[in-house]
C-alpha cells in the first residue's frame, strides 16, 4: 500500500482530505473575501444615481433653453416666461424665492452628478498617462467621446456654478432688461459663450453615452443603432448650440441698445386690450 502511494507522484504537503460525513473547513480569509464581495453592488447603485441625475439635468437643459429663447419672440414672452416661474400665476404677484428653491434643487442635483462622475477621473498622473496609452491603443471614437465629456463636466463645475449662483442669489433680476443688462454690461458673456459650447456638448455626449450603456433604442442591429444614436446626438447638438448662439446674440443686441439705461427693469404697461412694450 506504501509502495502504491509513493509511486502515484503526489506532494507531501497535500492537506488532509476531511473525513467521510464531515464538511470541509473553509479558511477564515475565505470568508472575508466572501463578504467584500457582497459588498459589491454600491459602484452600481452609484452609476444608476449617476444616470438619474444625469439624465435629470439634461432634461432641464433642454427646457431651461426653450425657455430663455422666447426672448426672439419677443420682450414681452421672455417676460411672461419668467414671471410665470416666479409663480405670479398661484400667490398673486411674483415670488421670486420660488425660482431660488428650484435653482436650489437643480444646483443640489449638479454638485450630486459632478460628484459622483469624479469617481471615474484619474485620480493621479499615473493614472492619467495609463488612460491616455490605452486611449491610444484602442482608437475607439467613443472612449475619445468620454474623454471630451469629461473635460467639458470639468470646465462646467465652474462655469455653470457661477451661473447657478447668480440665479439663486438674484432670482428677481430675470427679465428682458435684467438679463441682458447682466450679459453686456455685467460682461457676463464671455462666460455664457464658453457655458453654451460646454453644456451642449456635455449634454449630447451624455445622452448619447447613457442610450448606449442603459439599451435605450436597441435594435437588432448594434452597429446600426449606434450609427442612429450618433446622428441623433450631432442634430441634438447643432440645434441647440445654433439656437443657443442666437439667442445670446439676441440678448448682447438688446443689452447694447439698453446700455445708456442699465439697471432698469423692464415692465411692459397695458392700455386698455393693447400691451405697450417699454
Same mark, same amino acid.
Given at each position: 500500500?506504501?509502495?502504491?502511494?509513493?509511486?502515484?507522484?503526489?506532494?507531501?504537503?497535500?492537506?488532509?482530505?476531511?473525513?467521510?460525513?464531515?464538511?470541509?473547513?473553509?479558511?477564515?480569509?475565505?470568508?472575508? =473575501?466572501?463578504? /467584500?464581495?457582497?459588498?459589491?453592488?454600491?459602484?452600481?447603485?452609484?452609476? $444608476?444615481?449617476? #444616470?438619474?441625475? @444625469? &439624465?435629470?439635468?439634461?432634461?432641464?437643459?433642454?427646457?431651461?433653453?426653450?425657455?430663455?429663447?422666447?426672448?426672439?419672440?419677443?420682450?414681452?414672452?421672455?417676460?411672461?416666461?419668467?414671471?410665470?416661474?416666479?409663480?405670479?400665476?398661484?400667490?398673486?404677484?411674483?415670488?421670486?424665492?420660488?425660482?431660488?428653491?428650484?435653482?436650489?434643487?437643480?444646483?443640489?442635483?449638479?454638485?450630486?452628478?459632478?460628484?459622483?462622475?469624479?469617481?471615474?477621473?484619474? =485620480?493621479?498622473? /499615473?493614472?492619467?498617462?495609463?488612460?491616455?496609452?490605452?486611449?491610444?491603443? $484602442?482608437?475607439? #471614437?467613443?472612449? @475619445? &467621446?468620454w474623454w471630451i465629456q469629461l473635460w467639458t463636466g470639468f470646465a462646467l463645475f465652474?462655469?455653470?456654478?457661477?451661473?447657478?449662483?447668480?440665479?439663486?442669489?438674484?432670482?428677481?433680476?430675470?427679465?428682458?432688461?435684467?438679463?441682458?443688462?447682466?450679459?453686456?454690461?455685467?460682461?457676463?458673456?464671455?462666460?455664457?459663450?464658453?457655458?453654451?459650447?460646454?453644456?451642449?456638448?456635455?449634454?449630447?455626449?451624455?445622452?448619447?453615452?447613457?442610450?448606449?450603456?442603459?439599451?435605450?433604442?436597441?435594435?437588432?442591429?448594434?452597429?446600426?443603432?449606434?450609427?442612429?444614436?450618433?446622428?441623433?446626438?450631432?442634430?441634438?447638438?447643432?440645434?441647440?448650440?445654433?439656437?443657443?448662439?442666437?439667442?445670446?446674440?439676441?440678448?448682447?443686441?438688446?443689452?447694447?441698445?439698453?446700455?445708456?439705461?442699465?439697471?432698469?427693469?423692464?415692465?411692459?404697461?397695458v392700455v386698455g386690450n393693447v400691451a405697450v412694450r417699454n
Open positions: 500500500m506504501t509502495g502504491s502511494i509513493e509511486q502515484t507522484g503526489l506532494p507531501a504537503d497535500i492537506p488532509d482530505l476531511p473525513a467521510p460525513g464531515r464538511a470541509a473547513a473553509i479558511p477564515v480569509s475565505a470568508t472575508r =473575501a466572501g463578504a /467584500r464581495l457582497r459588498k459589491s453592488r454600491w459602484p452600481a447603485r452609484l452609476d $444608476l444615481l449617476q #444616470s438619474v441625475s @444625469g &439624465l435629470f439635468l439634461a432634461l432641464f437643459l433642454v427646457a431651461h433653453m426653450f425657455f430663455v429663447s422666447s426672448i426672439l419672440i419677443s420682450k414681452d414672452a421672455f417676460h411672461t416666461v419668467a414671471r410665470f416661474f416666479e409663480a405670479a400665476w398661484l400667490f398673486g404677484k411674483p415670488q421670486p424665492w420660488v425660482v431660488s428653491v428650484v435653482v436650489g434643487v437643480v444646483f443640489t442635483v449638479f454638485v450630486l452628478h459632478a460628484w459622483l462622475a469624479m469617481r471615474k477621473f484619474p =485620480a493621479s498622473f /499615473r493614472q492619467y498617462r495609463v488612460f491616455s496609452e490605452h486611449k491610444a491603443q $484602442l482608437r475607439h #471614437s467613443d472612449t @475619445g &467621446l465652474f462655469l455653470g456654478s457661477v451661473h447657478l449662483y447668480g440665479m439663486l442669489t438674484q432670482p428677481e433680476l430675470i427679465g428682458p432688461y435684467e438679463s441682458a443688462d447682466r450679459i453686456w454690461t455685467g460682461t457676463m458673456w464671455p462666460l455664457y459663450l464658453l457655458l453654451l459650447f460646454a453644456v451642449e456638448i456635455h449634454g449630447s455626449l451624455g445622452l448619447y453615452r447613457l442610450a448606449l450603456k442603459w439599451g435605450a433604442f436597441e435594435g437588432r442591429d448594434p452597429v446600426h443603432t449606434r450609427r442612429r444614436l450618433r446622428v441623433a446626438k450631432t442634430c441634438f447638438s447643432v440645434f441647440f448650440l445654433g439656437l443657443g448662439l442666437v439667442t445670446l446674440l439676441a440678448y448682447v443686441q438688446l443689452g447694447i441698445a439698453h446700455a445708456d439705461q442699465a439697471g432698469q427693469r423692464y415692465a411692459p404697461s
